[in-house]
């Protein structure tokens, strides 16, 4: 099995806690590295603000416009027309 091509966001105040556990960047970082290790092609994006769960949900931070940013990248390596 092929990993397809990877688009990372990942908000670095994704709290973490013993209580409730959610993904570090650390984690992000590491899969970023071990995509490109493995010649995957990937992008990642990191936002300063966003918390967990960010979803579709609109914020007042730039993290709210993933969407547009996930639609960009998928015109850019071709997986939907410009």
């Not at 966001?9 to 709290?15: C, F, G, K, S, V």
């Not at 650390?26 to 970023?32: G, I, W």
């Not at 092609?41 to 709210?64: C, D, N, Q, S, W």
């Amino acid at each position: 099995m092929e990993t397809p091509p990877t688009l990372l966001i990942h908000a670095q105040n994704d709290p973490v806690d013993p209580v409730d556990p959610v993904d570090p960047v650390e984690y992000s970082l590491l899969y970023y590295a071990a995509l490109k290790k493995h010649k995957v092609p990937v992008e990642m994006h990191l936002y300063a603000e966003g918390k967990h769960a960010f979803e579709l949900r609109r914020t007042e931070f730039p993290i709210t416009n993933w969407p547009e940013l996930a639609e960009k990248w998928m015109a850019t390596i071709g997986v939907i027309k410009k």
